[in-house]
Every structure is written in structure tokens, then in C-alpha cells.
């Protein structure tokens, strides 16, 4: 049975020619009609249904995903590319739900005073944004990257924020920078060196990070809760 005509009179209408198709396969064989199927339907029927699935996903990850920030760190070059054992922890040790919380520390970001590249200009200009929006919380790294965001006046002064007891704790390993334009330096970090759980997780081995609390965090409770999870054994 002839299902399709390519040499089709050029005079009739696209439409006649579908109808004419569908009479011929009304009562044609079951493989004919999936050969037909196959050859002018498949693949068009296959993109839809790639499409549907992907929006359908999509529209479920929307809906699914976490309402807020609950916490979240940058660690600047601490020698781990992908390890949640660490955030993992602290959010068993928040009881945090985090099917509604979202909590992460970031360990992709790199950063170098000595040798500036494009890359660490656009992993910057990432910082910068996630912190306008609030939902940066700490950074670590080393005094380099400190000063950098210090001078952009990013960090909290230490004395401002801590707790009595924490600032006794850490008194003797504060960090200090110039921030803005001025020449004073601020306390605006914590030497977090013999930290238990950075040793027990393998970050900055050999280095001697600095943790700061970013100005605008929204959950400026969560930070200060994470530094001293880091302490515990």
C-alpha cells in the first residue's frame, strides 16, 4: 500500500493530502501504521516528550527547593575540591530540615594576590553578587583574600558580633585588616588553624586559614553556631 506520495501534485493543499493519508492508513495493517508512525512521527513525538520531561523537572526542582539559606561559607584554596562531610555535620548538629533549609559550603573558590587571573576576577565578581543578596555568611581563606574583601568592607568587626565567651576564647587569634579606604586596622577575622573539625575533615592542612563573618549575612546566628561546631571534638 502506497502510504506517502513525495512527487504529490504541488497544486493540492497540504491539508487534502493528510486527509488522503488518514483514510489510506484508517484500515491498513498494524505494521504499516507503525511504520508510518516511525518514519514522520517519532522523532517529533520523542522532542515533545524530552521537552515535557524537562519542564516538568524543572518546575519540580523550583518547588521542591530549600526557601532560604540557612548557611553558607565560601572556603578560599583550602586543598578539597568536593567533601560534604564537613556541612553535613553541621546541619545534623542544627537539626536543621534541609528540605526547607538550604546550607553549603563552597570549596570551588580560588583566589591569589600574587597572580590575578580572569578566572579569580569572575569567581570575585560571584562573591560579590551572592553577598549583595545576603546568603554568604562566612569566609575563609588566607590573609590575602581576607585583606581583599576586608578593603571592600565585606566582614563584620569581630568585637561587634561575638559572644563574651567566644571573644575570650579567640582574643589572642584575631585577625586584623584595613578596611575601606582607611589605614586602621579591624579585628575582622579568627586565625581557625587547630580548628578540630577542619583537621578531622582535611581542610588547610599546612595553612593558617582565617574565618570572617560576612557584614549582611542573614543568619549571623548560624555563623557564629558554626564556629564553634568547629572547636568541637
Request: net charge negative; hydrophobic share 40%; charged share 20%.
Amino acid at each position: 500500500m502506497e502510504i506517502y506520495n513525495k512527487n504529490r501534485d504541488q497544486n493540492r493543499s497540504l491539508h487534502d493530502e493528510i486527509r488522503e493519508q488518514n483514510a489510506k492508513l484508517k484500515n491498513a495493517p498494524f505494521k504499516e501504521k507503525l511504520a508510518y508512525f516511525k518514519e514522520y512521527y517519532l522523532k517529533a513525538s520523542l522532542a515533545i516528550l524530552a521537552a515535557t520531561i524537562f519542564v516538568g523537572y524543572l518546575a519540580y526542582t523550583i518547588l521542591s527547593a530549600p526557601d532560604d539559606t540557612a548557611f553558607g561559607a565560601f572556603f578560599y584554596n583550602c586543598g578539597i575540591s568536593s567533601n560534604t562531610d564537613l556541612i553535613d555535620g553541621f546541619t545534623q548538629h542544627l537539626q536543621l530540615d534541609t528540605k526547607k533549609h538550604d546550607a553549603y559550603i563552597d570549596t570551588s573558590m580560588t583566589f591569589s594576590a600574587d597572580e590575578p587571573t580572569y578566572e579569580s576576577y569572575i569567581v570575585l565578581q560571584k562573591a560579590m553578587a551572592i553577598i549583595a543578596t545576603g546568603e554568604l555568611d562566612i569566609i575563609v581563606g588566607d590573609n590575602s583574600t581576607i585583606d581583599y574583601y576586608a578593603r571592600n568592607e565585606s566582614f563584620h568587626d569581630i568585637t561587634t558580633i561575638l559572644p563574651p565567651d567566644l571573644l575570650e576564647s579567640f582574643g589572642d587569634r584575631l585577625y586584623f585588616a584595613k578596611v575601606g579606604e582607611t589605614e586602621t586596622l579591624i579585628p575582622v577575622g579568627i586565625y581557625i588553624t587547630d580548628a578540630p573539625q577542619l583537621t578531622a575533615h582535611g581542610y588547610y592542612i599546612g595553612q593558617e586559614p582565617v574565618l570572617s563573618f560576612v557584614i549582611n549575612s542573614n543568619s549571623i546566628d548560624n555563623a557564629i553556631e558554626f564556629l564553634r561546631y568547629l572547636y568541637m571534638e
